[in-house]
């Protein structure tokens, strides 16, 4: 696609509810990554996925949350049993996982979680 | 660890003031260097990036050096317009395939 397509834009959930976020990334990148962007901070990384490797992980803040990817398409993170401190802007970028312009990430426009 | 401090905001400017966004890191290494930007209602977007020390890297009137002696990257602008306002980040990107830091941001805010 021409950019990064996140689905939904916003999301509305109760406490204790599981929830799926989507990502598209731009066709032919290699590389993506989730970050999380609460109120008011810096984005904080959660997980990068690079072709077929195993993905990097260090990033996730407890074992609620999850990611997955199928080749180089589309990634879903999912959250389960959503706290309220979940709540927070989910970000995906993607980029050529090499090359001269690897270290370039497009992001989406974001999916705004609130946990009721 | 990696990090990334940038001055807190927000800064309001009248248009045509001089724009400096402070920002200093610490890293492993040998980091690139990013300005992003988000404007209102947008995903972040990259503004401009450096490679290795003292690159300079520029684009719409922005302006930032890798400088390695003083692990800073700022970012200047000579004249702000009141479409530069949005929320800046800065950030780090490292290892083969450059897990970026961010800093918080620090929203701009020009004013006519």
């Known amino acids: 696609g021409a950019g990064v397509s996140q689905s939904p834009s916003n999301k509305v959930t109760e406490k204790g509810k599981d929830v799926e976020l989507r990502c598209d990334p731009i066709?032919?990148?290699?590389?993506l990554y989730w970050y999380r962007q609460r109120l008011g901070q810096g984005l904080e990384f959660l997980i990068y996925f690079q072709g077929n490797s195993a993905p990097d992980k260090s990033g996730l803040p407890s074992d609620r949350f999850s990611a997955e990817r199928t080749g180089e398409s589309v990634s879903t993170l999912t959250i389960q049993r959503t706290q309220q401190e979940d709540s927070a802007v989910y970000l995906c970028a993607s980029s050529f996982g090499t090359g001269a312009y690897k270290n370039i990430q497009y992001f989406g426009a974001g999916t705004r979680l609130s946990v009721l | 660890g990696d990090s990334v401090t940038q001055m807190e905001g927000p800064v309001t400017l009248s248009e045509e003031a001089f724009l400096t966004i402070n920002c200093t890191y610490t890293?492993?290494?040998?980091?690139?260097l990013f300005w992003y930007v988000q404007y209102p209602g947008e995903g972040l977007q990259l503004l401009l990036k450096?490679?290795?020390?003292?690159d300079k890297g520029s684009n719409k009137g922005f302006e930032a050096t890798y400088r390695k002696e003083t692990t800073s990257f700022h970012l200047e602008k000579g004249s702000v317009q009141v479409s530069d306002s949005a929320v800046y980040f800065c950030a780090l990107g490292v290892g083969g395939y450059q897990k970026v830091t961010f800093g918080t941001g620090t929203k701009l805010q020009v004013i006519p």
């Open positions: 890293a492993t290494g040998y980091p690139s």
């Open positions: 066709s032919g990148h290699t590389a």
């Open positions: 450096a490679t290795k020390a003292d």
